[in-house]
Nanobody, 127 residues
Framework: QVQLVESGGGLVQAGGSLRLSCAAS????????MGWFRQTPGKERECVAA????????YYIDSVKDRFTMSRDNAKNTVYLQMNSLKPEDTAVYYC????????????????????WGQGTQVTVSS
């Protein structure tokens, strides 16, 4: 497992932007596919975006396509989620996650595929 620490959440007006960062500990970061999940009270945690361990493949949930961009820097053990054109419905706690992956291009989307989680960071979008 890796230790994950998110940062970059906050309060923003609708139409604004935020960039979330997730720093991972350990020397094996490049062995992990990474994901960003979000959760609101009473709802199941959902995968917003995922990136393969080589960074060459990404996945986005339909509601954030063309607005969010996930990237990774394996030299810095960090993943990012650039969020543009934010909407009130993007308000949630955002979690960074890591999945030990055998496939260089694989982007895990299921909650149970991930075995390491950050503490979460709140994103609030006001209308």
């Amino acid at each position: 497992q890796v230790q994950l620490v998110e940062s970059g959440g906050g309060l923003v007006q609708a139409g604004g932007s935020l960039r979330l960062s997730c720093a991972a500990s350990g020397r094996t970061f490049s062995l992990y596919a990474m994901g960003w999940f979000r959760q609101t009270p009473g709802k199941e945690r959902e995968c917003v975006a995922a990136i393969s361990k080589n960074g060459g493949s990404t996945y986005y949930i339909d509601s954030v396509k063309d607005r969010f961009t996930m990237s990774r820097d394996n030299a810095k053990n960090t993943v990012y989620l650039q969020m543009n054109s934010l909407k009130p419905e993007d308000t949630a706690v955002y979690y960074c996650s890591a999945a030990r992956s055998s496939g260089s291009w694989y982007t895990p989307k299921g909650l149970r595929e991930y075995d390491s989680w950050g503490q979460g960071t709140q994103v609030t979008v006001s209308s």
